[in-house]
C-alpha cells in the first residue's frame, strides 16, 4: 500500500491550496483518512479527518477554513485550504486506516511521505 500526496506549493497570504492523497495497492477497506502537519521545530499536530461515514473533524486553528473531503471509489482524500495564513506553512501528511486482508479487517495506519505547504505574508 502507498499513499501519495500532491498540491502542495507556495502561495500568499490569503490564498488556498487543494491537497491530493491517493492510496493504491493491495486495498480491501479505508476506515478513516486525514491530514496532519509538521511545522519546523514543532510536533506533528492532526488537521483535518475524515470517517469512511463522511464525518469529519477539524483542528480549531483551521475551522471554518480548511474543508476534508474524500472519494471512496478512488481512495482519495482531499484537504481544501482557504484564507491560508503564514502559521499553516508545514509538511502536510495524509494518513489513512487501511485494511488490506480480504476475509477479516487488519486495519493499520499507512502515511504518506507528505507535500510542503510554504505560506507567504
Known amino acids: 500500500v502507498q499513499l501519495q500526496a500532491s498540491g502542495g506549493g507556495l502561495v500568499q497570504a490569503g490564498g488556498s491550496l487543494r491537497l491530493s492523497c491517493e492510496a493504491s495497492?493491495?486495498?480491501?477497506?479505508?476506515?478513516?483518512m486525514g491530514w496532519y502537519r509538521q511545522a519546523p521545530g514543532k510536533q506533528r499536530e492532526s488537521v483535518a479527518t475524515i470517517s469512511s461515514a463522511g464525518r469529519s473533524n477539524y483542528a480549531d486553528s483551521v475551522k471554518g477554513r480548511f474543508t476534508i473531503s474524500r472519494d471512496s471509489a478512488k481512495n482519495t482524500v482531499y484537504l481544501q485550504m482557504t484564507s491560508l495564513k503564514p502559521e499553516d506553512a508545514a509538511v502536510y501528511y495524509c494518513k489513512a486506516d487501511i485494511s488490506t486482508a480480504r476475509y477479516y479487517y487488519n486495519f493499520k495506519p499507512y502515511w504518506g511521505p507528505g507535500t510542503l505547504v510554504t505560506v507567504s505574508s
Open positions: 495497492g493491495t486495498i480491501s477497506t479505508i476506515n478513516d
